[in-house]
């Protein structure tokens, strides 16, 4: 187990999903049912997402070590294009994202209906996200997928837990803009690390 590559997946994901619309997601759906099934559920759909990200990183590790890293450095240096476009309208498109996740919470649901809700909510809304992206990047530039995969959940865990537990406080006391636009200094630090990788080879 490496640390190092753990706390690099938790702090790209992390930053990456948390002016995401996932934070939005999970605190809507926190308002309609039991915050802690709302979480399970959410979280489970994060698991599955990230092992099918950490799989298709773990195939890519197959392609010549030239190709692999060229690609990593392209998904982020797209990454940070696609934060910093996004990052002028993203306060604003909050209230937009909230409502269009409290229109697909339907009525308060049992403690198991409500976790099955909250999966299938998220599972459908965050397929080929930037945030699967990153992860297949990061397996393929470390060749390290348990450790990514530890790291990138953990991360998207942890902003659906902030979600459901704070979202309403913190979103009073952070701007989505802000943080999309930290977002994508992470991605270009990413691919200019690597960038000096492929270099120094």
Do not use: N
Not at 7 to 21: R, Y
Not at 25 to 46: D, E, H, I, N, Q
Not at 136 to 142: E, Y
Not at 171 to 191: D, E, K, N, Q, T
């Amino acid at each position: 187990m490496d640390p190092t590559v753990i706390a690099v997946a938790f702090g790209a994901i992390f930053v990456v999903e948390l002016p995401d619309k996932t934070f939005i997601a999970a605190l809507v759906l926190s308002t309609r049912y039991k915050p802690l099934a709302v979480w399970l559920g959410v979280g489970l759909a994060f698991g599955v997402q990230t092992l099918v990200a950490v799989t298709a990183g773990t195939l890519a590790t197959l392609l010549p070590d030239t190709v692999i890293k060229s690609v990593a450095v392209a998904i982020f240096l797209i990454g940070a294009l696609v934060l910093l476009r996004t990052a002028p309208g993203a306060d604003a498109g909050e209230r937009e994202q909230e409502e269009e996740f409290a229109a697909r919470a339907a009525e308060p649901k049992t403690f198991l209906k409500a976790g099955i809700a909250s999966f299938l909510v998220l599972f459908a809304a965050e397929w080929g996200d930037l945030s699967q992206l990153l992860t297949i990047s990061l397996v393929a530039r470390f060749h390290d997928h348990v450790d990514v995969f530890i790291g990138a959940w953990a991360a998207l865990l942890t902003v659906s837990g902030l979600a459901v537990i704070a979202g309403r406080v913190l979103l009073r006391y952070m701007r989505l803009s802000v943080l999309h636009y930290i977002g994508a200094a992470v991605c270009a630090l990413l691919a200019v690390a690597t960038v000096v990788e492929m270099v120094a080879a």
